[in-house]
């Protein structure tokens, strides 16, 4: 009798083995070929799922009528999200047109930090004088050459490329708008039931978990960026700040393929103290991540550290990009259906 209970407890442990492993096979084969064509969708859907209790807000105290509730709700929404956008966007054109104004400035500066480093080259192989900045003068014609007959016209080739890709974007977008909307005006439109229930929640809370630790993640790091920038006395702090802030959200790339050259031409140069605040900065950022990207995450999905962060590694390898995010959703589904088994 014991040994039948042994048996039947290990066929069940296989069942359930067999199963994970089936939903693990599910899981990236939905996110790798299906997700993509109905992302917009989605997307809408848990949007609609979001603004629907501000929409009842404004219907059963206000008395507001159902359609006016809904786009009222959307256009304040998206509004609220174009002006924040349009308000990066004039902060990056305007620090863009000042580092424009002191390019002049900035080529001479690059240039005596050649001849320099040339000089010291050429005393350290004992070279004739400029015989190294000859050699580095003449290579940067070539590059100017390449790319004037090269590389431009390759980049005017893509242009094409962009303009459809621009286009892809805007039309997904738009896509999603009317979805959106649409979903909100059906109030029939069907809920999620039985045992999908739990798998619904769990995405909506993974989704809403994923983009508020990543926001206070990369406010933080753009902060820590953006001040030790100020003390080297940069006058783009704010602009270099965000922009590599959104540099390090990406696995493997970070923030240090900015950060970390940028400290060894500074100490090249003799500047020691704006290379010790940049590699300082890059530590805190590296850091700050590490330490606060699973902890955030893990909190609000109840799940181990460790885990959200082989989620994160996995998912980059094999998705990409949107690994970073899909990961941790796919973990999620993966234990709302190890919990459905047992």
């Not at 090269?150 to 999603?176: E, H, N, W």
């Not at 940069?234 to 990406?250: L, M, P």
């Not at 393929?257 to 805190?284: D, E, Q, R, S």
């Not at 989620?311 to 899909?326: K, M, P």
Request: charged letters at 15%; a positive charge.
């Amino acid at each position: 009798m014991c040994g039948c209970l042994i048996m039947k407890g290990e066929i069940e442990m296989k069942v359930k083995y067999v199963k994970l492993a089936g939903i693990i096979l599910l899981i990236f084969l939905t996110f790798r070929f299906l997700l993509p064509l109905v992302l917009p969708f989605v997307l809408a859907y848990f949007f609609a799922k979001m603004v629907s209790p501000i929409i009842q807000f404004l219907e059963k105290k206000l008395h507001w009528r159902h359609k006016v509730s809904v786009l009222m709700v959307v256009f304040i929404v998206f509004t609220a999200l174009v002006s924040f956008i349009g308000y990066i966007i004039s902060i990056a054109v305007s620090q863009t047109i000042l580092l424009l104004q002191k390019l002049p400035v900035y080529q001479q500066m690059i240039n005596q930090f050649l001849e320099n480093m040339c000089c010291q080259c050429d005393k350290m192989l004992e070279l004739g004088g400029g015989t190294s900045y000859r050699y580095v003068e003449q290579q940067v014609q070539n590059l100017y050459h390449t790319i004037g007959t090269d590389v431009l016209p390759r980049m005017s080739g893509y242009v094409t490329q962009i303009l459809c890709k621009v286009f892809a974007i805007a039309s997904t977008v738009f896509i999603f708008i009317i979805s959106a909307v649409l979903i909100l005006l059906d109030e029939t439109f069907p809920k999620i039931r039985g045992k999908l229930r739990p798998f619904a929640g769990r995405l909506r809370k993974a989704g809403l978990a994923y983009i508020k630790s990543q926001s206070i993640i990369l406010f933080i790091i753009a902060t820590v960026i953006s001040v030790g920038l100020l003390l080297m006395g940069n006058d783009y702090a704010i602009i270099f700040g965000a922009g590599i802030a959104v540099f390090d959200a990406f696995p493997v790339v970070g923030s240090g393929i900015i950060l970390i050259p940028w400290a060894i031409i500074k100490m090249l140069g003799g500047n020691y103290y704006a290379a010790a605040i940049l590699i300082t900065v890059f530590a805190i950022a590296a850091f700050l991540r590490e330490v606060l990207e699973p902890k955030l995450f893990g909190k609000e999905l109840g799940l181990k550290p460790l885990y959200i962060l082989i989620s994160v590694y996995v998912g980059a390898e094999l998705l990409g990009l949107a690994g970073v995010l899909l990961g941790p959703v796919g973990l999620t589904i993966l234990k709302a259906a190890e919990e459905e088994i047992e």
